[in-house]
Nanobody, 120 residues
Framework: QVQLVESGGGLVQPGGSLRLSCAASGRIFSINDMGWYCQAPGKQRELVAAISSGGMTNYADSVKGRFTISRDNAKNTVYLQMNSLKPEDTAVYYC??????????????WGQGTLVTVSS
């Protein structure tokens, strides 16, 4: 069983920064893409940023230039550095990992979510 444990959310003022972390643990064969989604109240979950095992990144237009995704493959951990935060960034942030099984099947697993609140 593979689990994702997130940390780093909280309350921050507009213009501030936060760093989210998400670590995978358990029986891991390998992990392809990892990433972050967010879900604001009353809205659908949407992609924030993703990163491949080789380091290729993809960002939502709304966070380009403000957020940076990175990963440490040795630690099976993905990070999201969030700078210049805006009130509209307020949401629950979920990390995901695309786990590769020993039979080469791929399944997406999710973290429990961490709340980010941007408010003065």
């Amino acid at each position: 069983q593979v689990q994702l444990v997130e940390s780093g959310g909280g309350l921050v003022q507009p213009g501030g920064s936060l760093r989210l972390s998400c670590a995978a643990s358990g029986r891991i064969f390998s992990i392809n893409d990892m990433g972050w989604y967010c879900q604001a109240p009353g809205k659908q979950r949407e992609l924030v940023a993703a990163i491949s095992s080789g380091g290729m990144t993809n960002y939502a237009d709304s966070v380009k230039g403000r957020f940076t995704i990175s990963r440490d493959n040795a630690k099976n951990t993905v990070y999201l550095q969030m700078n210049s935060l805006k009130p509209e960034d307020t949401a629950v942030y979920y990390c995901h990992a695309d786990k590769v099984g020993t039979d080469r099947t791929i399944s997406r697993i999710w973290g429990q979510g961490t709340l980010v609140t941007v408010s003065s």
